[in-house]
């Protein structure tokens, strides 16, 4: 069954009353960042859509709902990203085409859902283009992204757009407590995942604080040289190496504002040693430039791109050790230095 | 739930329903069959989202009432498999299905019926009733010109149109058309058009197997349903516009062909078997009083054929795909067969020499 | 310059796109005078090739198929060839077309950058004018800007007049859905309209394919034009 998170509430209110001015276009995109419940948001609205009762809410008692409870509803279909590169290709969007040419089977209307819908090659954007632009009757098009400004802008002037923010850090505390989170980690938890309550619940799933205090412990073990830059490259390529160079960065731009002078945003986050031997180097602008390249080569990893994951992380490896080095003091004991 | 049934009574609905259910299902509550037990009766339901079929069965007694999804493979494998005249009991304990019949017991996995995506009645559909064969017929002669998975989805189905008193079927595939209609005890208030896919209507002719009983159809908007027999089938529909046939009937025309239909459709036959064999090409030469046919193949190979026909305007060189020809041939029934052209880059119209009631437009072929 | 290759059987398609309702009486004229004028003298002394572009939507398609009803009327032959549907059809399709009187080629873009019907196209223009024929070609920019490679033929697309459909202001939209109402005898008011127009795809094409859903759907539940029934028509 379908259920809202408590922090889209009000999003909800919204979609609603345009439903009922009658505003409510056949194709919407949900943006915002990842983990704030953009999927469980287009299920939802899927539910309430294809809902026999037509009420406010999705009933969760008629055939349609019973339908989309087992998983067996067949007027809605789910387009996600596919095969190694991670894309949504035009054979997808074809079935879409099928799927919209005939009528709903249960007659309550249709549904298309499409995940992470940056991922459209440009082929399927197109075919999903011609869908979007002769839209068939009662048909409900919800496309979600994190990267929406990836999309063709085509894509994007034919959606009405919803936009999904980080909730409150008391909404997300709330409901962690009601996921079982005990109260003394979902501090970290919530910094670590960027405020997402999602994501802080994925990692307390999967016992990520642990992997937050080893990354940080490599870094320290290859700046004193116990632990070389393939060695390195080679463990982090088997782990989540996505989620590790999106700490990276944070830890890089937590360190570059911290040089310019801005006060500790994220105290206890980071292992003072490491974070400090960062800021001694006083390089902000080399820093920064390794900041950009490193985000660069994070959405090729994440995208389409063919790119060498040892490679890349070995590059950057290479260029975080080469900036470290820069503090003379900190290479006369081979040791971080203390402030 | 729990009944007996015997092997005969269930055989023949379990065929047909376990038909529509396709092998390969993303969702496997899809490669099950529904069965529901009410009284004296069970009913059967197979779908594969496009097309459900609802077959019925008499119990031999009354049944403790229920509903259960099993395979229905694997259903029908076990009751084909038994002897003649057996009796065959279904009892539901905990999730399974347990078959026995002699000495013989199978335990099957089930889903629950609330997971089945059955198709429930729509309560605005307009009725309509005809005899059997009446929509064998519609159907028949023209269902041979549907697209088969052209990008037009619309093309891949046929048009049902029914008007006051006539009931009409449409197909083409963009290089050539066919329409039959019949008449019918029907009033709507409006022109009613819908499209059956393509599977629908080569299902729906499947059932016909009585051609006197009366067939009656539920036309909604989401569906067509038709109660035949003790079946009851129904489709989705496509979504979409199909083209206006009438505009597609040439009018035009101002040469006319007559043939006998036989002779026709053997000398072309016989002129196929030389003809190019992926373009199928055949070149028609309209004489007065006779025409010739004339075809060949990249291996230089030719065959030449004439008839004695009743033609009496100017002279006329014009190439079809010989199929398309002969499909209309195969379907007509009369002796006499009327082509009706203009210039070998219009389209023509053939249809019986007497009735009206069936006409098929062909686009000729540039050779 | 053309080599004659031996030709392939080529099996001419059924003109199944053209509509019924397209007609030259039923378009919506503001802006738009210029290119109506020169379809309908087109058999007169006016100009022989003609180029239309405009954004989807904006009625090319109707303009080139009322071409051809018109051109019916006075009893010529035409023919209405749109490109997108066509492309994957031998391009030997537009052979001998020469031999009608007014032909109109839809989508000339879906075939820019395909050499072969390129090709085709640009001899096609060629046999046109020297058999004296007449050339309707619609495309949704305007020459200059389609990614055509053969140099002949881009030139040969700006022959004629070349004329930009004059994409409607919302109120020019609103007369036009209430004239096209009004030509089906529907009864729509005006703040129906206004709500459709809000709510629909932007173009006129779009909101056309509405106007012919509302008309079946009132028609068959005997209801009046609303906004409460075009709601629930359309689940808006």
Known sequence: ?339 | MKFVISREALLKPLQLVAGVVERRQTLPVLSNVLLVAEGDHLSLTGTDLEVELVGRAKLEQPSVAGSITVPARKLMDICKSLPDGSMIEFDVQEQKLVLRSGRSRFTLSTLPASEFPSVEDSPQAFELTLAQQQLKRLIDRTSFAMAQQDVRYYLNGMLLEVVQGRVRMVATDGHRLATCACDAEVNPAEKIQVIIPRKGVLELVRLISDPEAPLRMLIGSNHIRAHVGDFVFTSKLVDGRFPDYERVVPRNGNKTLLADRQELRTVLQRAAILSNEKYRGVRLLLNPGQLQVFANNPEQEEAEESLLVDYDSENMEIGFNVTYLLDVLNVVGEEQVKIILSDPNSSVLVQEAEDTDSLYVVMPMRL | MTTKKPSLPIQLPLWLRLRDDAKLDNFYAKGNELAISSIRQLFEEGERFLYLWGAKGTGCSHLLQSACHHAGTLGKTSVYLPMDELIDYPVELLENLEQLELVCIDDVQAIAGNSQWEEALFHLFNRIRDAGGRLLTAATMPPRQLSIQLADLQSRLSWGVVIQLHELSDEEKLTALKMRAHVRSMELPDEVARFILLRSPRDLAAMFSLLDKLDDASFTAKRKLTIPFVKETFNW
């Open chain 1, 1 to 339: 069954m379908a259920e809202l998170l408590p922090w889209q509430q009000s999003i909800w209110q919204q979609v609603i009353a345009r439903h009922e001015q009658g505003r409510l276009p056949h194709a919407l995109l949900l943006n915002g960042p990842e983990g704030v419940g953009k999927r469980q948001f287009a299920e939802y609205m899927s539910a309430w859509f294809l809902c026999s009762a037509q009420q406010r809410t999705p009933c969760g008692q008629c055939r349609s709902c019973m339908l989309l409870g087992h998983g067996s509803h067949p007027d809605r279909i789910v387009i996600v990203p596919e095969g190694a590169q991670g894309t949504i290709k035009v054979d997808a969007i074809r079935q879409v085409s099928e799927f919209s040419a005939e009528t709903a089977q249960q007659g309550n209307g249709k549904v298309v859902l499409v995940q992470n819908a940056d991922r459209l090659n440009v082929q399927a954007a197109n075919a999903l283009l011609k869908n979007l632009e002769e839209p068939p009757a009662r048909t409900l098009f919800v496309l979600w992204s994190a990267h929406f400004t990836r999309l063709m802008p085509t894509i994007r002037s034919r959606c009405q757009q919803l936009a999904f923010s980080l909730p409150a850090t008391e909404d997300s505390q709330k409901w962690l407590v009601q996921q079982c989170v005990s109260a003394d980690q979902f501090p970290q938890l919530l910094n670590i995942a960027r405020g997402s309550p999602l994501k802080a619940l994925e990692y307390h799933e999967a016992n990520l604080l642990q992997v937050w205090d080893e990354w940080q412990q490599q870094l320290i073990g290859l700046q004193a040289g116990r632990v070389s830059v393939s060695e390195l490259a080679e463990l982090w390529k088997n782990r989540q190496t996505g989620m590790i160079l999106s700490w990276l960065s944070d830890w890089i731009s937590e360190a570059v504002k911290q040089m310019m002078g801005a006060a500790h945003s994220t105290t206890g986050l980071f292992q003072p040693e490491l974070l400090s031997a960062a800021i001694a180097t006083a390089r902000a602008s080399e820093w920064l430039a390794f900041y950009e390249k490193l985000n660069v080569l994070r959405v090729q990893l994440d995208g389409t791109a063919n790119l060498n994951p040892s490679l890349a992380l070995e590059m950057i490896l290479i260029e975080w050790s080469r900036l470290m080095r820069t503090s003379s003091r900190s290479r006369v004991d081979g040791k971080p230095v203390r402030n």
